[in-house]
């Protein structure tokens, strides 16, 4: 348990008891002043590895760092007080072995001082949570469409869509939810299906394009704001901030050629020396 003056941290056993109860608000945030603003109103933060896209205009996740994700999520968590931060294990980082894991975890958990890791896969990862979790390192795992897979699966399509792949998905989200994941992160799943798999598991289970029977929702911040230049079909707009940022942009831009800016309010007087 952490706490910041009078606010207690949310932790991942509260996200726990959460099951079945009021849903669960997540959105990403890799930076302080934002974690600031999504801190009133989310539950979680995740310093999603989707900053690859996002901060680095990458094409996929599949070259973000450690580095990376630990410098934004100590970033993130300067500017939260109460949400549980999650910050995301990118590709490379934790595949190799339960060990190697581990060790990536305990990186990222010294020095953000983070929440909760989270990871991707099902079946394939359930050793792993089981061993991490038993070592005090709270897991939130990524079943459905896991982005990282982006060179063996070819493309970011919905998954579930035949009832054929159904068990896959299933027996995913069973064996990480047995191995001791704390919540698991559903994406781009048709909606009976993910509606099936909240039925059926003890942990919470939050959507990212999945179903309003979710026990939460996740999205990235900059694409539901309307700052990313591609979103994917499941995204709901809720601001168009781009028009603003490149008005308020262009503004500045005819007032410095103009000369209007600075103008005198923008400026430091000289200091008038008394007689
Ligand atoms: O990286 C990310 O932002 C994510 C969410 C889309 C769930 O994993």
Redesign the pocket.
Known sequence: MSTQGDIKRLTAPDILTRKGGDPIVCL?SYHAHTARILDQHCDVI?V????GMVMHGLET?VPVTLDMMILQGRAVMRGSQRALVVV?MPFGSYEASKEQAFMSAVRVMKETQCGAI?L?GGKRMAETIAFLTERGVPVMA?VGLT?QSINTIGSFRAQGRDESDWARIEDDAAAVASAGAFSV?I?AVAEPLAKKITAAVAIPT?G?GASPACDGQ???LEDMLGLSPRVPKFVKRYGDLAPSIGKAVADYAADVRARRFPTAENTYPMRTKKP
């Open positions: 990403t995740l999603g590895d989707s900053l996740t995301d989270k991707e990524h982005p992160v994406e939050i990212i996740v999205l990235v």
